[in-house]
């Protein structure tokens, strides 16, 4: 494995996770995990539904969860899909990393997992981190999922060729990936920087190669496809590996 790649943790696969033997996940009699999943809505509305939908599994892998839905416009049309599926709505302004935190002040759960309205996780997701959340050592890490375009454009593969490539070797994951981390590690950290792009990779330069893990559960994410935002998502990472100040960067996409 090259040096730089990002450590992945012997965690099950999607395709594993069939039937009784998903069931099957965490130490007997180990404690149920106080998850707080935080939903920023920023841009894919539409699809927080599907969002919220993937999360209806956790209790049935011992996770006591809460999820929480950032709103800034505090939309009638999200409210009612939030709390339809049993979330509570948090109305926040301000810049995305900004949102992510008042979801981070507002939670309770020992355990964040950050999400955006567009991201859906596949089957699987939670006995990941239940397995995750299980190790001692990984208290003080974070770990995102894999990334899976749902889009049948063939730019989109390029797309998924290209956040593989800074997941591996450049140590930088989107933030549509998801981010699974402590609530008092993320603290420890400083919170999730105050920046309405480039938050994620601010976030990731600070946990660092050696405590982020990938996991192999993909999250599917509707990429922007076109040449516009490949180029302009491309050149942000070139600048930010500069060391190009994020507030900079602000007018360039994810």
């Known amino acids: 494995m090259p040096r730089s790649s990002l450590p ?61 839905v950032i709103d800034a416009d505090d939309s009638p049309a999200v409210r009612e899909v939030a709390e339809a599926a049993g979330a509570r709505v948090v109305p926040a302004t301000g810049s995305r990393g900004a949102r992510f935190g008042s979801g981070a002040k507002a939670a309770t759960g020992e355990w964040l997992l950050l999400l955006r309205s567009g991201t859906v996780l596949e089957r699987g997701w ?11 050592r990984n208290r003080e890490r974070g770990a995102v999922y894999s990334y899976r375009a749902a889009s049948d454009d063939p730019a ?14 450049l140590g930088l994951p989107s933030g549509a990936q998801g981010l699974v981390i402590r609530r008092r590690f993320l603290a420890h950290l ?11 990779l601010v976030l990731a330069r600070r946990l660092g190669l ?11 994410v509707r990429p922007a496809v076109g040449p516009w935002p490949t180029c302009a ?11 190009i100040p994020p507030r900079w960067l602000q007018r360039l996409g994810d």
């Open 8 to 68: 992945r943790p012997d965690l099950p696969r999607p395709r594993a996770m069939r039937g009784d033997a998903a069931a099957a996940v965490g130490p007997p009699g180990s404690r149920q995990i106080s998850l707080s999943v935080i939903i920023v809505v920023d841009g894919d509305a539409d699809r927080l539904g599907a969002c919220l939908d993937a999360l209806a599994t956790a209790p049935r892998r011992g996770i006591e969860p809460e999820v929480l």
């Open 210 to 220: 050696g405590r982020l893990a990938l996991f192999d559960v993909a999250a599917q």
């Open 156 to 169: 989109a593969r390029w797309i998924e060729r290209a956040v593989r490539f800074r997941n591996r070797w």
């Open 190 to 200: 400083g919170g999730v920087p105050d920046l309405d792009r480039g938050e994620d």
């Open 126 to 136: 939670d006995a990941t981190l239940v397995v995750f959340a299980h190790e001692e």
């Open 233 to 243: 998502g491309a050149l942000r990472l070139v600048l930010f590996g500069l060391r």
